[in-house]
Nanobody, 126 residues
Framework: QVQLVESGGGLAQAGGSLRLSCAASGRTLNTTAMAWFRQAPGQERELVASIAWSGVITYNIDSVKGRFTISRDGAKNTMYLRINSLPPEDTAVYYC???????????????????WGQGTQVTVSS
């Protein structure tokens, strides 16, 4: 049974930083395409960044490029999302997700991800 557990969200001031974590069990992250999504109130869930099994990284939103850093630690089987220079527009629930198959490249579509964490709320105050 694959489980993803996020942590690290919370309340931050604009301009601040957060690091989100996604601890995985039941699957080795180095063999799986993983991603961070976010969903703001009233908005659709959108891909923030993905990391292929090979380690290739893609950032899907122009406004996060240069501010967000996705990474993973194989020894800890944990994926991270570092967020810098937070604006209020980054307020959302952030989800980590994993593809069901092995050795994927990281899709941009939520429906292509089978494993999901419970989400962690990020609230940025101005």
């Amino acid at each position: 049974q694959v489980q993803l557990v996020e942590s690290g969200g919370g309340l931050a001031q604009a301009g601040g930083s957060l690091r989100l974590s996604c601890a995985a069990s039941g699957r080795t992250l180095n063999t799986t395409a993983m991603a961070w999504f976010r969903q703001a109130p009233g908005q659709e869930r959108e891909l923030v960044a993905s990391i292929a099994w090979s380690g290739v990284i893609t950032y899907n939103i122009d406004s996060v490029k240069g501010r967000f850093t996705i990474s993973r630690d194989g020894a800890k089987n944990t994926m991270y999302l570092r967020i810098n220079s937070l604006p209020p527009e980054d307020t959302a629930v952030y989800y980590c997700a994993g593809e069901r198959g092995y050795y994927g490249m990281g899709s941009s579509r939520p429906n292509d991800y089978y494993y999901w964490g419970q989400g962690t709320q990020v609230t940025v105050s101005s």
